[in-house]
């Protein structure tokens, strides 16, 4: 069974930093497509950012050149770097893995998810 866990959320200023990270057990992981979504009460799942089995990463427009995703093979983790941090990027934060994953930027492709973690940022 695949289990995703998501830590690293909390509570920061505006222009601060975080790191999430995204441990995974069970399966293998590294052959998973896997994303970052995050989630305002009320509306819809939205992609943050993606990395493929061969590292390629991509991040939405809203966090491009604020966020950086990397993963860890060895650790069966991966990490969501959040910089530059604005209180519109307040949200619960999702990882998710796919073991087929078509379009990174869709829900639907990934198999596999974590509960979630709560970034808060203040103004």
């Known amino acids: 069974q695949v289990q995703l866990a998501e830590s690293g959320g909390g509570l920061v200023q505006a222009g601060g930093s975080l790191r999430l990270s995204c441990a995974v057990s069970?399966?293998?992981?590294?052959?998973?497509?896997m994303g970052w979504f995050r989630q305002v009460s009320g509306k819809e799942r939205e992609f943050v950012g993606s990395?493929?089995?061969?590292?390629?990463?991509d991040t939405a427009d809203s966090v491009k050149g604020r966020f950086a995703i990397s993963r860890d093979n060895a650790k069966t983790t991966m990490y969501l770097h959040m910089n530059r941090l604005k209180p519109d990027d307040t949200a619960l934060y999702y990882c998710?893995?796919?073991?087929?994953?078509?379009?990174?930027?869709?829900?639907?492709?990934?198999?596999?998810w974590g509960q979630g973690t709560q970034v808060t940022v203040s103004s």
């Open positions: 998710a893995a796919g073991e087929w994953v078509i379009n990174p930027t869709r829900p639907a492709d990934y198999d596999y």
């Open positions: 069970g399966g293998t992981f590294s052959t998973y497509g």
């Open positions: 990395i493929k089995r061969n590292n390629t990463t």
